[in-house]
């Protein structure tokens, strides 16, 4: 399936969006990471440059990179390579665009998935306990 540069775009943004507030979000950023990854290899995005990022891991303060697609703006974590030839553009601004469009959440995976041959998400199985307590058994 072809998909245009605006439409995966969305669909990104959408999967960004609820990645924030979804209980397992591995998921969501790995679909994510490969998207961007991918419009970029295909120049249908751009490396912006790096910004702090908001939300420092231990206590340590660590850049992203800015990628431009289309009207969107997304970070990802930056690389060493990345650390070097990228311009920094210092603390991230809060941009609110107003993006006005719909689509859920299972159709934006639908078309990551597609886009980047990525598999289905496979549901973790919970662990099962053997008890030592013949109570219990």
Known sequence: MEFET??????????????????????????????????????????????????PKHCYQHSTVLIACQDFLFHLPADKQDLLSLKHLGAQQSIHKKHDFHMSLSRAKFIIQNYTDTQTQTP????????????FN
């Open 6 to 55: 605006e439409t995966i775009a969305r669909a990104v943004f959408i999967i960004n969006r609820h990645s924030k507030t979804a209980l397992d979000t591995r998921f969501l950023y790995q679909l994510k990471k490969a998207a961007l990854l991918k419009l970029l290899a295909e120049k249908r995005a751009q490396k912006v440059g790096l910004q702090f990022s908001k939300n």
């Open 124 to 135: 973790r199985k919970k662990p099962t306990y053997q008890s030592t307590c013949p109570y």
